[in-house]
């Protein structure tokens, strides 16, 4: 006798419909140092500024917010120390080490140089000023 589960069937989800994430919202601790960081460092377009706590910048047919965690009264600042996401912005691949050398002129910390991956990518990982893992890369 066995363990095994049997798999449920497929199910059909008003969530099925979902065929791209339209944004991504990172949640600050140092707004103006990401700020400085996405605009300056990145060089991302801003979008719009909705408050001092809401930022956007558009990316293609996506939007990347920087906001300060308040939806709710009881709403903690992120803690120090514990990034919360990691992004990957895919580009060519001159590209990936166009970005390194920007990254090295604005005195970036690389936590890992350009590199062919045997999966198929190669791949630049450094973090924002709030620690988020952030990658460039380029399929190859």
Same mark, same amino acid.
């Given at each position: 006798?066995?363990?095994?589960?049997?798999?449920? %069937?497929?199910?059909?989800?008003?969530?099925?419909?979902? #065929?791209?994430?339209?944004?991504?919202?990172?949640?600050? #601790?140092?707004?103006?140092?990401? &700020? &400085?960081?996405?605009?300056?460092? !990145?060089?991302? %377009?801003?979008?719009?500024?909705?408050?001092?706590?809401?930022?956007?910048?558009? @990316?293609? +047919?996506?939007?990347?917010?920087?906001?300060?965690?308040? &939806?709710?009264?009881? $709403?903690?600042?992120?803690?120090?120390?514990?990034?919360?996401?990691?992004?990957?912005?895919?580009? +060519?691949?001159?590209?990936?080490?166009?970005?390194?050398?920007?990254?090295?002129?604005?005195?970036?910390? !690389?936590?890992?140089?350009?590199?062919?991956?045997?999966?198929?990518? #190669?791949? @630049?990982?450094?973090?924002?000023? $709030?620690?988020?893992?952030?990658?460039?890369?380029?399929?190859?």
């Amino acid at each position: 006798m066995t363990d095994e589960k049997t798999p449920e %069937p497929a199910r059909r989800s008003p969530f099925n419909s979902i #065929r791209a994430i339209d944004y991504t919202v990172i949640f600050v #601790r140092d707004m103006a140092a990401m &700020r &400085r960081f996405y605009e300056d460092v !990145l060089a991302f %377009p801003l979008s719009r500024e909705l408050s001092p706590n809401w930022i956007e910048y558009g @990316l293609g +047919s996506n939007t990347l917010a920087l906001a300060r965690p308040s &939806r709710t009264a009881a $709403d903690a600042p992120i803690p120090a120390g514990s990034a919360s996401l990691q992004l990957a912005f895919r580009v +060519s691949v001159a590209e990936v080490d166009q970005c390194a050398n920007e990254l090295a002129r604005h005195g970036v910390a !690389l936590l890992s140089p350009p590199t062919n991956q045997s999966f198929g990518h #190669r791949t @630049l990982f450094f973090r924002d000023p $709030d620690g988020n893992l952030l990658e460039v890369y380029a399929e190859i």
